[in-house]
């Protein structure tokens, strides 16, 4: 693994930050709920795709100034569910080679973490991937498990004997996915789908249908085959886009139409290629999907789908309140690092909440602001997931105000004019080199000792060369003699 | 650096590849410019939004079908600029510390790769920032040269001195921002925008005017100031979503307000908090925006901004000739290491187009799908990226297509129905552990010379078990032999 892989190391050279310790008023309850029933609401034929009450949004945005401004009916942002597919996409990932005891660690942690639904590997894929299967649905977790399964009898009988609560049924619908995968025209399409969504309901459990590469699907074709299937009774319908091509608004204005179409609930799946997966998955839940697919880190084919740290974030952005109370956030750092280990790769510097420097401020005008108000520049509170804000000082793009936050943390007493004349000082060094918390300290130190004891007044520039000088000196002192000291060893 | 920041290796243990060697029909007429004259049509009162015209839209859509459906007036995503500031906003990244050699080789870079304008620091940062910023004006690069400044005359007659082609002038304009920032009310900020403007102007060179944390200010005082600051003759104005908390449908709604509003260009800034700053980027140029902020890898304040590799890839898939007219693509892994190597991180698994496995296909049915016509599964050409494809087979997830393609690559002869039984094997080895490319092609020998020997036919379990261990056999002796014999040195 890479030195700062888990998020908590910052590589050697790094400029030194100041851990701010700042208890600002508003006060949340934190009641997060390790996980309450989360997904098992939503009974077979729940359609639970629920419509929000101006009422609710209205409190939601006194809470909340990142609320949308207007209320939207159709939006599900704030009432939605997670289908986890790391177990599932993320095995299609080039790295991903899960054992046994690995998806279950995955498993476990997924369920502590709150997600409502866990998808698996095709039951069909392997032998290893059924005995897999069968071995997470005898866990007892509190989310539901599911497997994905192509739009074939053969894996439907596979499936429903695992012991799953539902199946989801996937078959490529794009006159591209047609032409040069399966080869099947709609007709026949709609025939199976039919057949295996009879079957997988003659068990009792849920059953979703899904096309593939629906964005590049006829859309006559697409709200054609959803229409039959939900009058069928079909649970979910699932729109994805395969190959990551969609947009936003192309997102926004499917979902929306096809909201009007069927009754059932509306899942979605997203693949990042052009780095657009997170804001369409926030899109779609806009336009009235009620089901998100994501993974641990987005990992899956190619470059993934929808990470599930960063839906977390968006969603929290939305509304803190309604995503603390069905997700333990805590435990976000620790799901990511279980899979980047898995499977080799470190957490990306840029992860939104848990990327190394997602609560680093550095400009000037951004710290001073943070130290006043972390509102200011902040949407994620750090420590609604466990985390914490670091404003960083010892760069040329310092301001005075974190400067002034540091003396009063080392317990000294300086004057505006004093902390502005010592960030001149501090800027003229990192000019050449980034400077650490050390040598921020050791300066600041010097400077008030200077001013304290009459040898040091605000502009004197050579006055401070010649204490930091002298500073240097005594410390160079002190490390030669303790170096002619010999070694505690060699005295016994 | 680790093992695979540079994007080129995969770590140990990783499931091997196929690479796919296949020209498919679709020749696009490479024809990269390598740098025009990008971003020098814009004059200092150039006013380009342009407008795209149905024509044109229409004929995007013949040649691509990513393109979006129905044509949009507004849109500019075939028609915007870059505005690159890796130089600026990434100096904010918690790493960066660039020295003046990195930042020369960095603009360098960026010019050659051919974005329209560099944003530098502002050189009232520090007096190193002052000198780097002079230094890059003297290169004589195609791209224009930014600095950006707070509103304030001071900070303006320093950067108008430094033969900048043009000044960024920032001020917060949200609540959050006047009561803990600058403490400033929309009088006063009106009144020095006027003033900073006004004097740029005289000095015959761009000013954009922007307001920092836009999605949190008062609408009505936001298109006040942008009105007013539009009407002195200001060459753009400029979004900011300092804190990472709009959505695509806010910034839609906004850009297309302020559309309505001013004459000139509009460019938007948008950080990546919640991992949407790459889709909010694209719904901004169809509302209407005409430059939009970068850095490469996004590096910023905390997790940071719109990355250039990630709007590439929106961009790209949207309209490929177009891109692919401005802009040199094969550079942008290059530009992408440098960076990284110069603020010490790892170019992350998940990142567009240059992640390492954003072109590594590996389920059964996508690869199949591949092997047929790569537009299935692709929307981004790695040829125009300057990268290659992939396939991986070693897998218990693998398909019969994918094996068959290998097969023929080796030059070997089987029928499906043998090459299925083969991957039979492959997926029953591959529940144990992935398997090497090496693994795999000595089990497709076997195979073959079983099926040649006629040893071995379809379904003879035990037979290729035999014929494998054998093979196994004699590779260990062959490996023995070789150990026993005395290193080359001990015999001279």
Chains 1, 2 share one sequence.
């Not at 996409?89 to 997924?110: R, S």
């Not at 333990?328 to 909440?353: Q, T």
Request: net charge negative; proline share 3%; hydrophobic share 35%.
């Amino acid at each position: 693994m890479c030195p700062h892989a888990n998020g908590d190391a910052l590589p050697n050279g790094t400029s030194q930050m100041v851990a701010v310790d700042m208890s600002n008023g508003a006060t949340h309850t934190s009641s997060v709920k390790s996980n309450g029933v989360n997904g098992h609401s939503n009974g077979v034929n729940g359609h639970s795709n629920g419509i929000n009450t101006g009422a609710k949004i209205l409190e939601q945005q006194q809470r909340n100034p990142y609320a949308p401004r207007a209320s939207d009916f159709l939006s599900n942002v704030s009432n939605f569910k997670i289908i986890e597919s790391t177990l599932r996409e993320g095995e299609q990932f080039a790295n991903a080679f899960f054992d046994t005891k690995t998806k279950i660690a995955i498993a476990k942690a997924l369920d502590a973490f709150g997600v409502e639904y866990i998808e698996l590997t095709s039951p069909a894929a392997s032998e290893q991937s059924r005995a897999d299967c069968e071995a997470i649905c005898k866990l007892g977790l509190k989310a539901k498990i599911l497997t994905h399964i192509r739009c074939h009898m053969d894996d439907a009988r596979i499936a429903v004997e695992t012991g799953v609560d539902g199946v989801d049924v996937v078959i490529g619908t794009s006159s591209f996915l047609r032409e040069f995968s399966h080869g099947k025209d709609m007709a026949y399409i709609t025939k199976t789908a039919i057949e295996v969504i009879e079957f997988v309901k003659t068990k009792g459990i849920e059953v979703r249908f899904s096309s593939e590469d629906s964005f590049r699907s006829d859309l006559v074709d697409l709200l054609s085959i959803y229409q039959t299937v939900d009058k069928i009774g079909v649970n979910r319908v699932g729109i994805a886009d395969t190959v990551g091509c969609a947009n936003p608004r192309q997102v926004y204005d499917l979902v929306r139409t096809l909201r009007g179409v069927v009754h059932c609930d509306i899942e979605i799946h997203l693949h990042n290629d052009t780095g657009m997966a997170i804001a369409n998955a926030y899109t779609a839940l806009e336009a009235g999907a009620t089901h998100i697919d994501t993974s641990v880190l987005g990992i899956g084919e190619r470059v993934g789908i929808t990470p599930l740290g960063g839906l977390v974030a968006c969603l929290y952005a939305a509304n803190p309140e309604y995503v603390k109370s069905k997700y333990n956030l805590s435990m976000l750092r620790e799901i990511e690092n279980l899979v980047a280990e898995a499977v080799e790769v470190n957490v990306p510097f840029s992860n939104p909440i848990t990327g190394y420097c997602a609560f680093t401020h550095k400009a000037g005008i951004h710290a001073k602001a943070i130290l006043n108000n972390p509102s200011t520049y902040e949407i994620l509170k750090p420590e609604d997931f466990g985390l914490t804000r670091y404003v960083s000082i010892g760069h040329r793009l310092t301001g005075w105000n974190a400067v002034k936050s540091r003396v009063e943390q080392l317990g000294l007493k300086l004057t505006d004019e004093e902390v502005k004349d010592a960030t001149a000082k501090i800027k003229e060094l990192a000019d050449v080199r980034t400077q650490s918390m050390d040598d921020v300290d050791s300066l600041l130190r010097v400077y008030h000792s200077g001013i304290q004891s009459g040898e040091l007044a605000v502009g004197q520039k050579e006055a401070l060369d010649r204490l930091l000088r002298k500073h240097r000196e005594e410390r160079q002192r002190a490390r030669d003699a303790s170096a002619s000291q010999p070694p505690l060893q060699q005295i016994c």
